[in-house]
């Protein structure tokens, strides 16, 4: 069984920095790529930042783009996300997802989308105020 744990989330004033981690343990298992999903209350689970192990691509969703940046280490299937800058509207639960299925890669995978990931963590909650 994989597990994936998040750490790093809390309560930061607006314009404040966070540093988000996550950790894959359980099974031992080959990714992909990692990446971070967000949900706030009463809105549907969106794509933040993914990086691709191959060729160590980042892909940033627009509303972050300049403010987060991933990283992280294939071989410990660790994923890091430092999140500057930060406004009210980026409070939410924040998942990260690993994608483990050679078949998703193959077939050209971008690894924007929840359906192309396989394990998730159980969210770590980001509040910012104003």
């Known amino acids: 069984q994989v597990q994936l744990v998040e750490s790093g989330g809390g309560l930061v004033q607006a314009g404040g920095s966070l540093r988000l981690s996550c950790a894959a343990s359980?099974?031992?298992?080959?990714?992909?790529?990692m990446g971070w999903f967000r949900q706030a209350p009463g809105k549907e689970r969106e794509f933040v930042a993914r990086i691709r192990w191959s060729g160590g691509s980042t892909y940033y969703a627009d509303s972050v783009k300049g403010r987060f940046t991933i990283s992280g280490d294939n071989a410990k299937n660790t994923v890091t996300l430092q999140m500057n800058s930060l406004k009210p509207e980026d409070t939410a639960v924040y998942y990260c997802?690993?994608?483990?299925?050679?078949?998703?890669?193959?077939?050209?995978?971008?690894?924007?989308?929840?359906?192309?990931?396989?394990?998730w963590g159980q969210g770590t909650q980001v509040t910012v105020s104003s």
């Open positions: 359980g099974r031992t298992f080959r990714s992909y790529a």
């Open positions: 997802a690993a994608g483990a299925d050679p078949r998703k890669y193959f077939s050209g995978s971008d690894y924007s989308h929840i359906y192309e990931y396989d394990y």
